[in-house]
């Protein structure tokens, strides 16, 4: 059973990797069928099993031999991951995995362009705001408009220091979550940041002009969220 939810979610997986990739873009997720972005050979049966096609083809086009964005991978096993840690009988758990769900699709639009894509965004917030309120979960309005005030603040007087993608983002949140809850998640998503930022710049000798902050913030809420479950 285990196995068969596991399976179930890295298809999942598979399908938010490509709806990150073309909604941005304005491309349709439905039609062309899942293909080579260089060589736009349609793709086999064998080239999307998730994750053992991938690593059996050494994360190469099997026709062009163009080399194949690791992202499909770690997107099928994460995925796969939370269908195996959510109970699908409780609402309450259901509502955790959508928001990973949701935090997670915008982690990935962020690493492709480096935008919170709003055509994903917005209804994705639309649902969770209604899957919340439907659990009579609490809406902490206070903390997401001083939230909304002081980052804006910040991005006026430190010139954009945090992209307006993600000011939304973190405010909505910040309303879903609470003070105690957003604390947590912006120490442990600015702590990680910083040290990926020092890991390239002392380690690797590699300057990074744009980081993107949504995989740090999505990782810090699946903590919060599952380790608080």
């Not at 096993?77 to 997670?104: K, R």
């Not at 702590?191 to 990926?196: H, K, Q, T």
Request: with cysteine; hydrophobic share 55%; proline share 4%.
């Amino acid at each position: 059973m285990w196995l068969f939810r596991f399976i179930i979610g890295s298809v999942v997986g598979s399908f938010l990797c490509l709806v990150a990739e073309r909604v941005p873009i304005g491309k349709s997720i439905v039609v062309p069928a899942s293909q080579c972005s260089e060589c736009h050979t349609k793709l086999g049966f064998f080239e999307l099993i998730p994750i053992i096609s991938i690593i059996l083809l050494r994360f190469r086009c099997r026709y062009c031999y163009h080399r194949l964005p690791v992202s499909y991978l770690f997107s099928e096993f994460i995925v796969g991951f939370l269908f195996l840690l959510t109970d699908f009988g409780n609402s309450y758990s259901m509502y955790i995995f959508f928001f990973s769900l949701v935090a997670f699709t915008l982690t990935l639009t962020d690493i492709f362009y480096l935008i919170v894509e709003p055509k994903l965004f917005f209804p994705f917030i639309l649902l969770l705001f209604s899957f919340h309120y439907s659990l009579k979960l609490p809406f902490h309005i206070i903390t997401g408009v001083f939230l909304f005030i002081i980052l804006t603040s910040l991005n006026h007087l430190f010139t954009e220091a945090i992209g307006g993608g993600d000011i939304l983002l973190i405010t909505s949140w910040g309303v879903l979550l609470g003070n105690k809850s957003l604390i947590l998640l912006l120490f442990i998503a600015s702590g990680c940041a910083l040290f990926v930022s020092l890991l390239f710049r002392l380690i690797l000798k590699q300057k990074i002009k744009q980081l993107p902050f949504v995989p740090f913030l999505a990782f810090a809420l699946f903590l919060i969220l599952y380790l608080d479950k």
